[in-house]
């Protein structure tokens, strides 16, 4: 059972990865939850989750005859998290054609998958996440350039066959009341969240920890808390997301 | 420290205002690696690092003597120099474990390094406009969301250029 959301904005800062892994802790507490740094050039999560020093990543699970999934897999925060490596050379080593195996491999094990997309629609691999998820998170600000580029990635999920899970107002700062509003008309999906835009985001990543493990009771955490409810996992049949994965185009290396 | 970016320029300048200004105006997303003319090797006496975000100056740092901010700025000197200018996804520029004490005011570089006191001043400006945008301007956002036509258009284009894409990335089966 699975559903696989790409958790996605279309330009950086907008603090996905911080998003991702709030939405994974909060869905752990009632599914078996994995969360796959699916930024394979530019690795982030790692950062997150205290596996900077980490030595086995998805870069060496995509080499030729390299490390088994379970080898990069590591067991943090109540869930299973899959981080790349920095180092770009490692990723130009791999072997493109294993993702959708690894990919499906990991489908068949967990009831949620969340992948961490790059900040990017400038290339198939950029892209490759939104196209292989059931449904998108849209992570907004309210700035006119990321309404603008949330945008884009809605039409491109929506143009790739991929639903829209909801859009998530993130760093906000006072009352965004009328622009959440108004974004509501163009965007699939319903308001999962507001999240206040908080340090204690900065600080978690400073220690190599999750929002919601690191400051579990800030106001950003009880936002995220309850956006995960909003989200409403279906978990679907393992087998045909498996399939699907098996099936997507891979990317070719930068 | 920083991931490499992709080199835009190298050469030998006797002044900074060109290039600060340069990175200025095409809102450069980078870093300058500034070293004395004279050194062999690049970081044979350390270097000067500046980042800049938008093309504001945001960072500095100095190999050899290990500080960062206004000091690194003190450490750089007097030119000429050696210049190379990177260019970099912001986001790489959002280091772990970045501090405060890297940081320099946005028109400091102009002011110490250029001499050049109307940069310096243009260059705090935009940073104060950019820094205004970041909190948002709910009038203008919601004045954005109101223009349904130009909203409709970024739709449309990008369902073109996702349809378009998906010719050329292998995408068809999924539309």
């Known amino acids: ?254 | 420290m920083i991931p490499e970016g992709e080199l835009l320029r190298s050469r030998v300048v006797s002044e900074l205002s060109d290039s600060l200004e340069g990175a200025l105006d095409r809102r450069l997303d980078g870093y300058a690696v500034l070293a004395p003319r004279d050194a062999i090797l690049f970081d044979a006496d350390g270097v000067g690092v500046i980042t800049f975000e938008a093309g504001v100056p945001s960072m500095a740092y100095h190999t050899e003597t290990d500080r960062g901010g206004p000091a690194a700025l003190a450490d750089i000197g007097a030119g000429p120099y050696r210049l190379e200018l990177h260019e970099l996804d912001a986001d790489a520029l959002d280091l772990p474990g970045r501090t405060d004490a890297l940081d320099v005011p946005p028109g400091m570089p102009a002011d110490r390094l250029a001499g050049d006191a109307a940069l310096a001043e243009r260059t705090r400006r935009i940073a104060a406009d950019d820094a205004d945008a970041d909190d948002g301007e709910p009038d203008a956002i919601v004045e954005f969301l109101d223009d349904e036509a130009a909203i409709e258009r970024i739709r449309s284009d990008a369902r073109q250029q996702a349809a378009a894409r998906a010719d050329e990335w292998g995408f068809e089966d999924a539309i």
């Open chain 1, 1 to 254: 059972m699975v559903e696989a959301f790409a958790v996605a904005s279309g330009k950086g800062g907008t603090g996905k990865t911080t998003s991702t892994l709030a939405l994974g802790m909060a869905l752990a507490e009632e599914y078996d939850v994995t969360v796959v740094d699916a930024d394979t050039g530019m690795a982030n999560l790692l950062f997150h989750t205290g596996l900077g020093d980490a030595d086995t990543t998805l870069h060496d699970v995509l080499l030729e005859g390299g490390a088994p999934i379970e080898a990069a897999t590591y067991e943090r925060f109540g869930m299973s998290v899959v981080p790349c490596g920095t180092s770009l050379a490692a990723f130009e080593a791999a072997d493109p054609e294993r993702l959708r195996t690894v990919v499906a491999e990991l489908a068949s094990t967990t009831d949620v998958l969340l992948l961490d997309s790059p900040a990017t629609l400038g290339s198939k691999s950029a892209v490759l996440p939104i196209v292989l998820a059931d449904r998108v998170v849209v992570v907004l600000q309210p700035t006119i350039p990321a309404l603008s580029d949330g945008l884009k990635v809605q039409e491109y999920a929506l143009s790739y066959g991929s639903e829209i899970a909801g859009t998530l107002f993130n760093r906000v700062r006072g009352d965004v009341g009328d622009v959440t509003a108004k974004a509501d008309r163009y965007f699939e999906g319903p308001l999962l969240g507001t999240i206040p835009e908080s340090e204690a985001a900065g600080a978690a990543r400073a220690a190599g920890e999750p929002l919601l493990a690191h400051a579990p009771d800030s106001p950003a955490a009880a936002a995220y808390r309850e956006a995960a409810g909003v989200l409403d996992p279906r978990t679907g049949d393992a087998d045909a997301v498996a399939d699907r994965f098996r099936s997507a185009v891979i990317p070719e290396p930068p």
